[in-house]
């Protein structure tokens, strides 16, 4: 199948922002250059200007003047979505009901009036990439959604377009489900060498899916990076808070350490002292006896999730601090126990 | 099911059986009877293709009803797809203007087509105004044309508003992000998520123009639909027997109708009128 391997065409938004009828702004002004072949997710909570912008890349939107849309060197910000030579992949599967299994996956074809034995060659591939072969001429009623996500995965792809666009594609799924497709989507990602933008509210999926995260929050970009870059370098409040769990405590800091709910801390930053926030997230820290540990708090709860166990904290400033640990150690509630922050893994914002 | 749940079950069919057979099998049956009284015997039936008047008469209501339905299908169908996407100022008043209709008996409805193309109408005086010639056309088939729109189009138009809403607009946009040009994407996805809406509303346009009598017996002074027919028969040429023939095979064209698109949609088609 080396004829659906693509260089990928690379997609330039230049200053798209999109207002919507009533002067509501979803989009502001967005610049973000997506190389060829590179799959880049949109990530945010909803109403994030996600969606808007993976509809303007599609062609369902058009920005507002003055925005312009690149794949490669061509400008297809006037173009309408059916002249862009995407492929698409929605969240609530939109496959025909009133066609199979293999003539939804032949109907961008047929549409590009391709010659039939070409077309039975490529549906036949597309049913064999993505195993769904025995469904040939089911009808899309008879479908799990798992096996729905499959064909219209093969419907974008057949048509070799220049950009893969999913929105939200495993939104509808069960959590099972999900995570076995979204090994199956990255593989074939990899595998086609198309450039992909790919829209979730689903941490998980960023992470595991993106070359590049962009982070999104009422229509603005928070930050844009590698998935190590987001998770262990946050930008901001916003980025630290929606990926993963993170905790936060407020320090003084004097010298070489910062005082904490009452301990000291080491403190390698070379910064002014004063009060500082520190973040740091539950699997960097390791539980210690009391004398030694950094911290010491009360546990309210722990969960016990198999290869490791949850505990919630309290008796340290304001908020609950979450650890993991994988000791195999029951903890009960009410409990002492004290813990160490990786120094190295501390997160310090500006504030 | 034991015997007591067998006797609640006739008890509560039962007031709903004592009127079908009161009102509906009762009189249908003497119908059946009285059309086959006659000399001939049950070859009456055969009169209303033997007969020209009846013949003709049958031809022309069915020839009327196929187009006033086609031509609504048509018509209602753009009308319902704008009114369901497009939301402008005005927009529930039009709504309710258009379904209006479907309160009117078909006399006033009648009445109504006179006043716009009868000897007096406003078409006949603005085209006497215009050209000299004065367009009268209420009491010809195409009277009876205009009247049958008139109250067919809101049967239609709120059927298919109902079942655009339903529609997944995802659909649409997946077939354009395929390439899909518009007319296709109205061959290949609008019009099969309408399919059983306008099957219904075909049905039930079909089966009111066949059986309308009101708007024809307020226009239908030279034109003979079946249901004038039948009044013709029944009270000025008392032949009973050949006004109960007509009767029951109007009903049973009209029932097939409606039993096809029943089938065929797989939906309540009742339910749609």
Redesign the interface.
């Known amino acids: 199948m080396s004829d659906l391997k693509d260089q990928g065409t690379a997609i330039n938004l230049l200053s798209c922002a999109k207002t919507f009828a009533g002067g509501v702004q979803a989009l502001e002004p967005l610049d973000l250059e997506i190389a060829g072949g590179e799959t880049v997710v949109l990530l945010g909570p909803s109403g994030c200007g996600k969606t808007t912008t993976l509809r303007i890349i599609a062609g369902l939107e058009e920005p507002d003047p003055g925005g312009r849309v690149m794949f490669g060197d061509d400008d297809v910000t006037r173009l309408p979505i059916e002249k862009r030579k995407i492929g698409m992949v929605f969240q609530s599967y939109a496959l025909f009901p009133n066609m199979t299994v293999r003539e939804n996956i032949a109907y961008g074809l047929m549409v590009r009036r391709m010659p039939k034995p070409d077309i039975d060659r490529r549906v036949g591939e597309m049913l064999e990439m993505m195993h769904i072969g025995d469904l040939e001429f089911r009808r899309i009623d008879q479908l799990s959604g798992g096996q729905c996500q499959r064909v219209a995965l093969a419907r974008a792809i057949a048509v070799q377009p220049r950009v893969l666009l999913l929105d939200e594609p495993l939104t509808a799924l069960d959590a099972i489900l999900r995570t076995r497709l979204r090994v199956e989507i990255d593989q074939l990602l990899r595998r086609l060498g198309i450039t992909a933008v790919y829209v979730t509210h689903d941490q998980g999926e960023a992470m595991s899916l993106g070359d590049r995260i962009v982070v999104m929050s009422r229509g603005r970009v928070e930050q844009i990076g590698t998935p190590r870059d987001i998770y262990y370098k946050p930008n901001n409040d916003f980025v630290a808070e929606f990926i993963g769990t993170i905790n936060r405590l407020r320090g003084i800091a004097r010298g070489d350490h910062v005082e904490v709910a009452g301990a000291s801390l080491p403190w390698s930053a070379n910064r002014s002292g004063g009060e500082v926030e520190i973040l740091f997230r539950p699997e960097n820290v390791t539980i210690s006896n009391l004398k030694s540990a950094h911290l010491k708090g009360n546990v309210v709860t722990s969960f016990f999730q198999g290869d490791r166990t949850k505990l919630i904290l309290d008796g340290l400033g304001e908020r609950q601090v979450i650890i993991e640990t994988t000791d195999r150690v029951e903890f009960i509630a009410g409990q002492e126990i004290g813990f160490r922050i990786d120094p190295d893994s501390m997160i310090i914002l500006n504030t | 099911m034991d015997r007591h749940e067998y006797r609640n079950l006739v008890i509560l069919v039962l007031p709903t059986g004592i009127f079908c057979v009161a009102f509906f099998l009762l009189p249908m049956a003497r119908l059946v009877l009285i059309g086959a009284s006659g000399e001939r015997g049950i070859a009456a039936y055969l009169d209303i293709v033997t007969t020209p008047r009846h013949f003709e008469s049958l031809i022309a209501t069915l020839v009327l009803s196929i187009t006033v339905t086609a031509t609504a299908l048509v018509v209602a169908t753009i009308s319902g797809l704008f009114l369901e996407r497009n939301r402008f100022k005005g927009r529930g008043v039009l709504i309710s203007m258009l379904t209006f209709p479907l309160a009117f008996p078909g006399v006033v409805i009648g009445f109504m087509v006179i006043m716009l193309a009868g000897r007096q109408g406003l078409i006949g005086i603005v085209s006497k105004a215009l050209t000299g010639d004065k367009i009268v056309f209420a009491y010809s088939m195409a009277g009876l044309f205009v009247g049958y729109m008139y109250f067919s189009i809101p049967r239609v138009i709120l059927t298919i508003m109902a079942a655009a809403e339903k529609m997944?607009p995802?659909?649409e946009?997946?077939?354009?992000?395929?390439?899909?040009?518009q007319w296709?994407i109205i061959l290949?996805?609008i019009l099969?998520?309408l399919?059983p809406g306008l099957i219904a509303s075909g049905a039930i346009c079909f089966a009111t123009s066949m059986g309308a009598f009101g708007t024809a017996f307020t226009l239908a002074t030279n034109i003979d639909v079946l249901p004038m027919t039948i009044y013709t028969e029944f009270t000025l040429n008392a032949n009973i027997a050949g006004a109960a023939t007509l009767s029951i095979v109007l009903g049973l064209i009209t029932w097939a109708a409606l039993y096809i698109a029943r089938n065929l949609s797989g939906s309540n088609v009742a339910a749609a009128g």
């Not at chain 2, 946009?173 to 040009?181: D, M, Q, T, V």
């Open positions: 997944n995802a659909l946009e997946a077939a354009r992000s395929l390439g899909a040009p296709r290949d996805v099969p998520a399919k």
